[in-house]
């Protein structure tokens, strides 16, 4: 189509920049909530492209509107700024650790020639509606005690750098959303669409006991670490329990454990999630997770401290926006370079998104390595940078081209789990809790309470 190769041409026009963000962004890694540099990065160069930003504010990142003159849906288009932490990694920051071994800095890139080549002359013609360009943060659900404590200080009330948007009405009237993630090197494939992945709900868990000294008084003391271990253990007794077609995962690490080897530890640490393929499967087997760590603190005399809340909803992409994405990335990459894949076990806030709207986060060719590991990088910026932009670009065009016509056959077909907004916060918000899980009661007995 003509049309097709005008666009593609606009953003090969902005080739040099996609490259040059991907690279510099890569060399810059920022953890969630932490992207201002990422994030100013990001702005003045949306800024110089003449657009208008809602900056967030108080945390990273910004949105910025196009309208096309003619009205019509509103389509969101996102790029994730934040970094992972992979202290082993060669580019890793040797300060913080941080490194984009998820490929978050081509995201950006891609955004950027987004936004760059919708700006030229041309660009718009013939499409009706907005497109709101989104520089989102925290898409990465690690450093769970800084997020909890910029929740405590009113900060964010949510983990997640989506959900934290959605809450605060950067997504109120968008009907439609989408992005492209970086994905593994696939000899003659371009992108990959599968049906989507895992939701999960984070764990702060902090175990209590009574110190003593390890080697003179061990019977005063309560050891919170022997609590942790035995909480973990009784977790791994009950997996054979998980339903298969559920994908239930729960992955703990310990981040404190005693500050002495001669001192009984009074406090253990641990962050987790219970990921799954649905909320329901997330509430119900957390529960069961949070019944065995009680448990287990009890069975030696500690408590247990459950700090949940809200981690990620299961993302399930659009089948008519995948058939559409599809068409547009064949016109860039050719016939045949699209393939399917299967649910995904990891979690991603854009899950959140489609919560509550028809959106798709397809994953791009490009990358080799093992994703979040020490060996990963975008090696192919064609595929994993400058493809991705031109298939938005078309996805864009043709959902908003005869009257939006496709754009509201998705918008009327779509089956998002909620309804609106506030039905969807209202049920994520099931899933906060923060109580001492052990009672124990003046008669001797014990009470456990890990239930909301």
């Not at 040059?20 to 060399?27: N, V, Y």
């Not at 001192?263 to 529960?287: C, F, H, L, Q």
């Not at 864009?396 to 998002?416: F, G, N, Q, T, Y």
Request: proline fraction near 4%; aromatic fraction near 8%.
């Amino acid at each position: 189509m003509e049309q097709d190769k005008k666009l593609i041409g606009l953003v090969e026009k902005y080739e040099n920049l996609i490259y040059e963000t991907a690279d510099h962004i890569f060399k810059h890694p920022e953890t969630g909530y932490r992207e201002w540099k990422t994030s100013a990065y990001m702005a003045e160069h949306f800024e110089a492209l003449g657009y208008t930003l809602t900056m967030a504010g108080n945390i990273p990142g910004f949105y910025a509107d196009l309208d096309t003159g003619r009205p019509g849906p509103k389509i969101a288009i996102l790029g994730e700024l934040d970094s992972l932490i992979v202290a082993n990694h060669p580019d890793a920051d040797p300060e913080t650790s941080a490194v984009h071994a998820c490929g978050h800095n081509a995201q950006c890139a891609v955004l950027l020639g987004v936004t760059a080549a919708l700006k030229e002359p041309g660009a718009l013609d013939g499409l009706c509606g907005s497109i709101r360009l989104m520089s989102v943060p925290a898409e990465e659900l690690i450093e769970l005690g800084f997020r909890e404590e910029l929740r405590k200080q009113g900060i964010i009330k949510y983990f997640g750098g989506k959900v934290e948007f959605i809450s605060r009405g950067y997504f109120d009237g968008v009907d439609i959303a989408m992005m492209i993630h970086s994905g593994k090197l696939e000899e003659g494939k371009a992108l990959s669409i599968g049906s989507g992945c895992n939701g999960c709900v984070t764990k702060n868990i902090t175990f209590k006991g009574v110190s003593a000294h390890a080697g003179g008084s061990p019977q005063d003391g309560k050891n919170a670490l022997y609590a942790a271990t035995c909480g973990l253990n009784a977790v791994n007794a009950i997996r054979e329990t998980f339903v298969d077609d559920e994908h239930i995962r729960f992955h703990p690490i310990i981040t404190q454990a005693g500050l002495a080897v001669n001192a009984i530890p009074e406090i253990a640490k641990v962050e987790s999630y219970v990921r799954g393929a649905s909320y329901d499967s997330i509430y119900t087997y957390n529960k069961k997770v949070n019944q065995a760590l009680a448990a287990s603190a009890a069975s030696i005399g500690c408590n247990v401290e459950i700090d949940d809340h809200p981690g990620y909803f299961p993302l399930n992409n659009d089948k008519n926006l995948a058939e559409i994405m599809t068409d547009a990335m064949e016109a860039v990459a050719g016939p045949d370079t699209v393939t399917g894949g299967p649910w995904g076990t990891g979690s991603t806030d854009m899950g959140d998104v489609s919560a509550i709207m028809p959106a798709i986060h397809p994953h791009a060719s490009g990358s080799i390595g093992t994703g979040h590991g020490k060996d990963y990088y975008v090696a192919d910026k064609k595929l994993g940078c400058l493809y991705p932009a031109e298939c938005l670009v078309l996805t864009a065009a043709r959902l908003l081209s005869d009257d939006a016509a496709l754009a509201k056959k998705v918008i009327a077909e779509a089956k998002p789990y909620f309804k609106s907004k506030e039905e969807y916060l209202a049920a994520i918000d099931r899933l906060t809790m923060d109580k001492d899980a052990v009672i124990y009661n003046e008669d001797g007995t014990i009470t456990l309470d890990f239930c909301k």
